[in-house]
C-alpha cells in the first residue's frame, strides 16, 4: 500500500529527497510518518506528519523537512547535510505504523 523511491548513495553533506505514495483512501485520513532501519537495528522513527500537514520531528531528523501532498497522496522527505549516520533502509507508513511494510528505499551516505 506504500511505495518509497527516492534512495540512492550521496556523499556526505549532500542532498536526497524520498518520496512516497499509498493509496489514496488510507493516505487521505491518516497521519503518516518515515521511518528508517539500518543493519541488525530495530527500525526507528524518523519524521511524521498529521493528516493536516503539520509536521514533528525527531532527533534523527533535525536536517530534515516532511512535507505531504494529500491531494496526490504523496509524501516527501528533504534531507540535507547528510552524514554516514543516515545511512538505512527508509520506509512509509502511518502513524502509528500499520502491519503491512513496503520494500522501502536504500540510502547510502559515504565518500
Known amino acids: 500500500q506504500f511505495v518509497e523511491s527516492g534512495g540512492g548513495l550521496v556523499q556526505p553533506g549532500g542532498s536526497l529527497t524520498l518520496a512516497c505514495v499509498g493509496s489514496?483512501?488510507?493516505?487521505?485520513?491518516?497521519?503518516m510518518a518515515w521511518y528508517r532501519q539500518n543493519s541488525g537495528n530495530e527500525r526507528e522513527l524518523v519524521a511524521r506528519i498529521t493528516v493536516d500537514g503539520r509536521p514533528h520531528y525527531t532527533r534523527y531528523s533535525g536536517r530534515f523537512t516532511i512535507r505531504r501532498d494529500n491531494a496526490k497522496s504523496t509524501m516527501f522527505l528533504y534531507m540535507h547535510g547528510m552524514a554516514p549516520v543516515d545511512t538505512a533502509v527508509y520506509y512509509c507508513n502511518t502513524y502509528p505504523a500499520g502491519p503491512e511494510w513496503g520494500q522501502g528505499t536504500q540510502v547510502t551516505v559515504s565518500s
Open positions: 489514496t483512501d488510507i493516505f487521505s485520513v491518516s497521519h
